[in-house]
């Protein structure tokens, strides 16, 4: 996967990255991992997140930057790198932050929404064709699944951070420092286990 890394360079001076959600699924603690592995890399790193309705599976985003400089954690629509959608419907929702070509990774799950449910608009049937108007480089990824095999649907976050790791230039030794600074210490082993899945996970 050396080849799909995104690293910064004088021409990508920030690598900007979208995490998004529903209130339970882990994102904020996904960005806080992503926060600390790149502060271990190195780099200056930023976030801001949306999350009023997050204990009541409302949306929930982060904003990510990391770089050798960082003035703002706000990415500006269209020029985020990478997409980290833990449900369908959510990389649809801020699809139009991502840069064209950039990476979108979605986790199979669909979470309808009340706004949803309620009214008489269907949940999007072919999240991946609608994604590919913008960018080809598309991963769905089948955490839920993942997750139950390790026994707990807590970790998807985790399985999120494995995959999004192929794609950002840190070392697996710093994610996993980072995932030591920021889960409880008796589930440290079950997130080795859930990173170390999506990691692994065949695109």
Request: hydrophobic share 45%; net charge neutral; charged share 20%.
């Amino acid at each position: 996967m050396e080849n799909n890394k995104i690293k910064i360079s004088q021409n990508l001076p920030a690598v900007n990255v979208i995490m998004s959600g529903v209130g339970g699924q882990g994102v904020l603690v996904a960005s806080d991992v992503l926060v600390m592995g790149a502060m271990f890399a190195g780099f200056d790193s930023k976030k801001s997140e949306v999350h009023g309705m997050a204990q009541r599976g409302g949306s929930v985003i982060s904003q990510i930057r990391y770089g050798a400089k960082i003035h703002s954690p706000l990415i500006e629509p269209g020029t985020a790198d990478i997409l980290l959608a833990f449900e369908k419907l959510e990389a649809l929702r801020y699809l139009d932050m991502l840069k064209p070509g950039g990476v979108v990774v979605i986790n199979n799950q669909q979470i309808t929404p009340l706004s949803v449910f309620f009214s008489k608009i269907p949940y999007p049937e072919d999240v991946v064709s609608i994604c590919k108007r913008k960018t080809e480089n598309i991963v769905m990824i089948e955490g839920i699944q993942m997750a139950d095999n390790l026994g707990n649907d807590r970790v998807l976050n985790t399985i999120m951070l494995g995959a999004l790791s192929n794609f950002l230039e840190f070392s697996d030794e710093l994610w996993l420092k980072a995932l030591e600074k920021r889960v409880p210490p008796k589930t440290l082993e079950l997130n080795r286990k859930a990173f170390e899945a999506g990691k692994n996970f065949t695109f």
